[in-house]
């Protein structure tokens, strides 16, 4: 597929795939063959999974820093600096969460930048 930027004007062949077209999009350069294939099938990494609870980060996500958690239909997101949630989960599920954020907060952290550097983020141990 051939593209004119917006930015710049230039014509380049982008990958059809969502990714590709949406940082071209922005007049971001396309993402090497390497990243593309560590990627590859991983769009949402699972950092923790405790209780049901499955606790990920996706891949290039807006700031502020934060993480999803999933528990059957329900999902939040959690800002990793102020502890804001946001979405519905139920009580139980949401304290479990709550408790295992305040007792891992810098490995969220350091997460957070692997991700926004296309790295793979380290698991976190789940709540006991």
């Excluded at 990714?19 to 390497?34: I, K, V, Y």
């Excluded at 958690?69 to 600096?81: F, H, Q, R």
């Excluded at 550097?117 to 698991?123: C, H, L, R, T």
Aim: net charge positive; with cysteine; hydrophobic share 40%.
């Amino acid at each position: 597929m051939m593209l004119v930027s917006p930015r710049s004007g230039s014509v380049q062949q982008v990958i059809p795939d969502g990714r590709q077209t949406r940082r071209f999009a922005l007049g971001l350069p396309p993402l090497n063959s390497d990243v593309r294939r560590k990627r590859k099938g991983r769009h949402m990494p699972v950092i923790s999974r405790f209780l049901g609870i499955i606790i990920a980060m996706y891949w290039d996500d807006h700031a502020p820093p934060h993480f999803h958690a999933k528990y059957a239909e329900y999902e939040i997101t959690v800002n990793i600096l102020t502890g804001v949630v946001e979405g519905k989960f139920p009580k139980r599920a949401l304290r479990h969460v709550l408790e295992w954020y305040e007792l891992h907060k810098d490995e969220l952290i350091e997460d957070w930048k692997l991700c926004q550097n296309d790295e793979a983020p380290k698991p976190i141990e789940p709540l006991e």
